[in-house]
């Protein structure tokens, strides 16, 4: 069974930082790409970042600069460091896996159930 478990969410103050984490079972790691996505009300959806199975990453504009995703592959764990925090980052976040980083955060590959990002 696929398990995608995010922590580390929280409120935060704009200029602070929070490390999120995702823990991950039932799917070969190594071989997806994994990444995070966010959602707010009103807003569109969002990846926010993504680690290929090549090591490769990708940010949005939006927060490039400021977060930084990274993983221990040995722990199945995925992170995502983010600093300079800003109240357009409040959002609930989720870890997301895909077959193709074109999957993560879309109907084709998994979610976690979501971790609340509050920037005041």
């Known amino acids: 069974q696929v398990q995608l478990v995010e922590s580390g969410g929280g409120s935060v103050q704009a200029g602070g930082s929070l490390r999120l984490s995702c823990a991950t079972s039932?799917?070969?790691?190594?071989?997806?790409?994994m990444g995070w996505f966010r959602q707010s009300t009103g807003k569109e959806r969002e990846v926010v970042a993504h680690l290929d199975s090549d090591g490769s990453t990708s940010y949005a504009d939006s927060v490039k600069g400021r977060f930084t995703i990274s993983d221990d592959n040995a722990k199945n764990t995925l992170y995502l460091e983010m600093n300079s925090l800003k109240p357009e980052d409040t959002a609930v976040y989720y870890c997301a896996a895909g077959d193709y980083c074109d999957y993560v955060g879309s109907p084709f590959g998994f979610r976690g159930q979501g971790t609340q990002v509050t920037v005041s």
């Open positions: 039932g799917f070969t790691y190594s071989t997806y790409c």
